[in-house]
Nanobody, 120 residues
Framework: QVHVEESGGGSVQSGGSLRLSCAASGHISSTYCMGWFRQAPGKERDRVVGIDADGTTDFADSVKGRFAVSKDNVKNILYLQMENLKVEDTAMYYC??????????????WGQGTQVTVSS
């Protein structure tokens, strides 16, 4: 059993910052990939960033230079620092994890999501 839980969402004005946290627990391998996805109303869920056990990251082009990710490998906590937020960043943000092969297809383990709302 794997449990994933996000926290840290909220409402900010354009140009503001937010930090999301994701805690994963249960039967998780230290080699698992973790990452953040987001889904805006009426749109598909897209990957924002993925990170592997070595710390290699893969950001979506839309957030490069504005978002940063860090991971506590001991506690399996993933952080997403979001800077210079834009209205188009408004979405439900989900944390997910799985072995990296499955992660790249579609992770099996998801959190419930945390809402990020950016106003102009």
């Amino acid at each position: 059993q794997v449990h994933v839980e996000e926290s840290g969402g909220g409402s900010v004005q354009s140009g503001g910052s937010l930090r999301l946290s994701c805690a994963a627990s249960g039967h998780i391998s230290s080699t698992y990939c973790m990452g953040w996805f987001r889904q805006a109303p009426g749109k598909e869920r897209d990957r924002v960033v993925g990170i592997d056990a070595d710390g290699t990251t893969d950001f979506a082009d839309s957030v490069k230079g504005r978002f940063a990710v860090s991971k506590d490998n001991v506690k399996n906590i993933l952080y997403l620092q979001m800077e210079n937020l834009k209205v188009e960043d408004t979405a439900m943000y989900y944390c997910a994890t799985d072995n990296c092969i499955q992660f790249l297809r579609r992770p099996n383990y998801w959190g419930q999501g945390t809402q990020v709302t950016v106003s102009s």
